[in-house]
């Protein structure tokens, strides 16, 4: 979802009133060329004035809640739910997570410091994310609030994409924080929405043995799903050319 042309420069004057294009463009990293062209479209991406917000220390959170199509942004979010958290965690997290338990590496130490997460998103955090709040109708209640069909949906699932607009019809949809989807798709982080600092390590630290074991090993095997369709297309695709000669 973009953000009508005629509403940016309204807000941009109103944070920067006596900055010119150039000014803005330098202090937020944005090129000029990619601004003119937005401007000259009508049209400016959401991405755009999270920069600009960043650039001139204002909440990108904030900033889009000006925007008309982002009202609901404004105002105390409801806190991310456990299975939100573990969802922004990385397999790789997890598994190092599982080798510092207590137990479940008999090869190791008895336990250990939990090692730092890295940070969200990871390669499969709108996917985790998504999956994490539906309760099986879901995607249909997407697809009938915002217009866009199921498999179009599904295919920016798998790609690990979900425009902004649709991060927050999800939301919306699931009955959960507004701000949870726009971290799992990278456009804003977790202290910009307002997630308490290490909440993600204390819902990590909250599953059982059992559950990070099984849960660790339901992300390797879509994983491996991933790998194996990825070396069959690579496969397929070297047998191609080998025909071609």
């Not at 479940?104 to 390669?123: K, Q, R, V, W, Y």
């Not at 909440?199 to 992300?219: H, T």
Request: proline content about 7%.
């Amino acid at each position: 979802m973009t953000l009508p042309a005629k509403a940016f420069q309204r807000w941009l004057q109103g944070i920067a009133p006596d900055a010119s294009t150039a000014d803005v463009c330098r202090i937020s990293g944005i090129k000029r060329t990619t601004l003119a062209q937005q401007l000259v479209r009508g049209k400016v991406s959401v991405s755009t004035v999270v920069s600009i917000s960043r650039a001139y220390n204002i909440n990108p959170v904030a900033a889009l809640a000006d925007f008309e199509p982002y009202r609901e942004l404004a105002g105390p979010q409801q806190p991310p739910t456990r299975g939100e958290l573990v969802s922004q965690i990385s397999t790789a997290d997890l598994l190092r997570a599982m080798l510092v338990r207590p137990g479940m590496d008999p090869a190791g130490p008895p336990g250990g410091e939990p090692p730092t997460l890295s940070p969200a998103p990871h390669a499969t955090s709108v996917r985790n994310w998504v999956d994490a709040i539906d309760d099986g109708e879901l995607r249909h209640r997407v697809s009938a609030a915002t217009g866009i069909a199921p498999q179009n949906y599904s295919a920016q699932l798998s790609a690990n994409r979900l425009s902004a607009g649709l991060a927050l019809a999800t939301a919306v949809a699931a009955g959960v924080g507004l701000t949870d989807g726009l971290v799992a798709t990278g456009l804003v982080t977790e202290e910009e929405a307002g997630w308490l600092p290490g909440a993600r390590q204390a819902a990590l630290d909250s599953l059982s043995d059992g559950d990070l074991a099984v849960l660790a090993g339901d992300r390797l095997q879509a994983l491996g799903k991933v790998l194996r369709r990825q070396e069959q297309d690579q496969a397929q695709t070297e047998k191609i050319w080998e025909n071609l000669g």
